[in-house]
């Protein structure tokens, strides 16, 4: 695969490291060799490198190497993005373009891959087995990885991206998959796949087999099941024919005995009509001792409901009457409430006078101490203004030139005449202050003790509101009390109505309750009379004993009718049991041979699943891989020894030893120290020792890709591989690259280092920075 020309638009990259919307590279036009993106950290180069292959994933940003990973919304910007890279692989140009598109809250992608034909022109690539680049990714991804290998083939040994997973850190299942497309052996998972559905289609039909034996199995039991029934059935027949036997001999006694009772019936038809008087008669007395209990209940229930409201009332008139010496006081205290309001409203408006004149003289004080304060301020400015001006104009006859004829020229000498001219007139503007604050001062003194004079007026004021205020309340409180009179009389009548009627309730309850009682004494003796003729009649009467004859005659019948009905269900019941095992005991003769088809299919199971095993990735691929393993470690090894000298040698071992001496699949990568004569893993190494087997390990796995299974990679990729690297394997580093490419015959790498030496010896320079807008 070798990129030919890249177009991104709308990427954050893009913007961010070089403000621009879209950047075009044309790449056919560079010389073969190493290729060096170079810029500051943020210009973009990452970008570019990230996507100068067709898969549609940018590998230093995706969390692993894979399209699930990865999403390119989170890496454009704007409502709209393209990458457009150009690329040939194996004599044919192709062309992998990725629109974006994102109006609103979601977004579409399409995938699109075409090659240019003989004729110049673009169209959709095809796979031999109908697959079409329609613009889904997983149509997209097909076609890319039936043309240029799998994606992690692809970024494990030609694309060394940032982030990249170490290869010490693959475990052995991956590491299989790996080495089984590098060595071209994915058919035979592809056979092993198959074997292993054919596998699984025949153990379908073998469940259906087992289900069908398991369903055999059920009826052997279910037959089984049916003979003791049918046994039982039997038994049970012959049980209800005996019950049916002692049924019908039962039912001969009774019609026998009935017919005895009905010839005395005819003795006793006069005491059967008494008897039927008599069940009259009593249930009227029933009926009427029932009523006469309702009324009385009712009766009674209406007397308490009286006497509850009754009681209420008195309660209400005794609570009025217990007022009545306040109420009849209340007028003089509600006269004295309005007298006493009168007398501290007089005082009130006076004293609110009072503390409107305190007021305004309190308002006079403050500006008073206010210009006072500024007096003050004034005068000690002015005064220290004024002593400085006549100490300099005390120097006018001080100095030497007084009465010569430089006097006029000296300026200290003018300097003191204009501060003797100031001075005067400074000494009459501080008189003037010392004047004015004297004249406030008096004011203010005058004016003392108004502070204290208007903080009492407030506390009188506050007693004569509180005071008329509790007044006022009294005064309500005694008009309430006195509106309250005419209640006292209507209260005296209502009180004596209500106590009369209560005696009046009392008294009928009490005569009521006695004519009730009464009442249910005579109804009580007459049932007593009623109950004891009864028993002296029932001794002869025998209307009960035929009637309780009949009962068990009928009873009797529907006994037998029903055992009749079990006896018929029973004989029908062994018919059918008899016929299901019948049918179950011919089904039954299948089983031997239903047995024998599943025998033979689970042995065809198990050689399609033994095929499967050793197609798989612990059969053939497994050995496989272990003769690979020496060849892959050569090429690592000679490698190692071109670019870094005798140092470290390489073991790569895919079998590891169990505590019990077993072999089992595994993979290590350890690391020969020829100068501590030593051996360790990688994982243990240094950081910069890391990145040097590792890259090692990447490279020699490209060298045999491209050496053994002739995958036409041409162009290989690393991004900043050299970052913990000392100066003297930086260089080495770079003799290590292209050892590589003329080792596995490619043409370029593109590389990213922030090292200018290997950026120096790079065949061509791409410089991001100076794309930028």
């Not at 206010?370 to 001080?398: N, W, Y």
Request: aromatic share 4%.
């Amino acid at each position: 695969m070798r990129p030919l020309k890249l177009t991104l638009e709308g990427f954050v990259g893009v913007r961010d490291g070089m403000k621009r919307e879209s950047v075009t590279l044309d790449l056919e036009s560079l010389p073969d060799g190493l290729i060096a993106l170079t810029g500051p950290n943020g210009a973009g180069k990452t970008t570019i490198m990230d996507n100068l292959h067709p898969y549609p994933i940018m590998p230093s940003r995706a969390s692993k190497l894979s399209v699930d990973a990865f999403s390119y919304w989170d890496h454009i910007c704007g409502t709209n993005a393209l990458k457009e890279l150009e690329w040939e692989h194996d004599g044919i140009r192709y062309r992998s373009s990725f629109t974006f598109r994102k109006p609103g809250k979601t977004g579409k992608a399409e995938y699109y891959l075409a090659y240019r034909g003989v004729d110049g022109t673009w169209r959709p690539v095809s796979l031999p087995d109908g697959t079409v680049s329609d613009g889904k990714a997983e149509s997209y991804n097909r076609c890319v990885e039936e043309i240029n290998g799998s994606l992690e083939t692809f970024f494990t040994s030609v694309f060394s991206a940032q982030n990249r997973r170490p290869l010490a850190s693959y475990g052995a299942g991956e590491i299989k998959m790996l080495l089984a497309e590098l060595l071209g052996i994915e058919h035979l998972k592809a056979v092993s796949a198959k074997a292993g559905e054919v596998a699984k289609v025949l153990g379908k039909s073998l469940d259906a087999i087992q289900s069908e034996l398991n369903a055999l199995a059920g009826n052997r039991q279910r037959k089984a099941d049916v003979e003791q029934s049918v046994v039982a059935q039997g038994n049970a027949l012959r049980g209800a024919r005996e019950q049916r036997d002692a049924a019908l001999e039962q039912a001969s006694k009774l019609t026998q005995e009935r017919a005895t009772l009905a010839a005395k019936q005819g003795e006793s038809a006069t005491a059967e009509a008494r008897l039927r008087e008599l069940g009259m008669r009593r249930d009227e007395l029933v009926r009427a001792m029932k009523s006469a209990a309702d009324d009385e209940q009712a009766a009674a229930a209406r007397s308490q409901q009286r006497v509850v409201v009754l009681s209420r009332t008195t309660t209400t008139h005794q609570a009025t009457l217990a007022r009545r010496d306040a109420i009849m006081s209340a007028a003089a205290k509600r006269e004295e409430a309005e007298l006493a309001i009168a007398r501290e409203d007089a005082k009130f408006a006076p004293l609110q006078r009072d503390i409107a004149d305190l007021e305004i003289k309190r308002a006079t004080l403050s500006t008073l101490e206010t210009s006072i304060s500024g007096l003050m301020s004034a005068g000690t400015t002015k005064a220290a203004h004024f002593e400085t001006l006549r100490k300099q104009a005390a120097v006018v006859d001080q100095v030497p030139c007084v009465g010569h004829s430089m006097h006029a020229q000296c300026p200290l000498l003018t300097q003191a005449l204009q501060a003797k001219a100031q001075a005067e007139v400074q000494r009459v503007s501080v008189a003037d202050l010392r004047a004015q604050y004297r004249e406030k001062k008096a004011q203010a003194e005058a004016l003392a003790l108004v502070p204290a004079e208007l903080a009492a007026k407030r506390v009188e004021m506050l007693a004569i509101t509180d005071a008329a205020a509790q007044l006022r309340r009294a005064l309500q409180a005694a008009t309430e009390l006195a509106a309250s009179k005419p209640l006292l009389d209507a209260a005296i009548s209502g009180l004596e109505a209500a106590q009369a009627e209560l005696r009046s309730i009392a008294e009928e309850s009490a005569a009521r309750s006695a004519k009730y009682e009464a009442e249910r004494a005579r109804m009580t003796a007459d049932l007593a009379r009623i109950t004891e003729e009864v028993g002296r009649l029932a001794a002869v009467d025998v209307t009960g004993a035929i009637a309780k004859l009949d009962r068990d005659i009928a009873s009797n019948r529907e006994a037998i009718a029903a055992l009749d009905g079990r006896i018929e269900q029973s004989i029908r019941s062994q018919s059918v049991l008899q016929a299901e095992a019948e049918a179950l005991a011919v089904e039954l003769e299948k089983f031997s041979a239903t047995q024998s088809r599943a025998d033979r299919l689970s042995d065809e199971i198990a050689r399609w699943k033994l095929l499967a095993k050793g197609l798989g990735n612990d059969g053939v691929i497994a050995l496989t891989i272990d003769d690979a393993g020496p060849a892959l470690t050569h090429t690592v090894n000679e490698l190692l020894l071109a670019c870094y000298g005798m140092c470290f040698t390489v073991e790569i071992r895919t079998q590891r030893t169990l505590a019990s001496g077993e072999l089992r699949e595994g993979f290590e990568i350890l690391v020969h120290d020829a100068e501590s004569d030593s051996s360790k893993s990688v994982s243990v190494m240094s950081g910069g020792q890391k990145v040097w087997i590792n890259e090692c390990l990447t490279r020699g796995i490209a060298l045999y890709l491209a050496q053994n299974t002739g995958q036409p990679y041409q162009t290989l990729f690393s991004d900043e591989s050299d970052g913990p690297l000392d100066p003297e394997r930086k260089v080495q580093f770079m003799r290590m690259k292209r050892e590589v490419l003329r080792q596995g015959g490619y043409q370029r790498e593109f590389f990213i280092s922030q090292t200018p030496d290997l950026v120096a010896e790079a065949d061509a320079v791409i410089d991001v920075q100076a794309l930028a807008a």
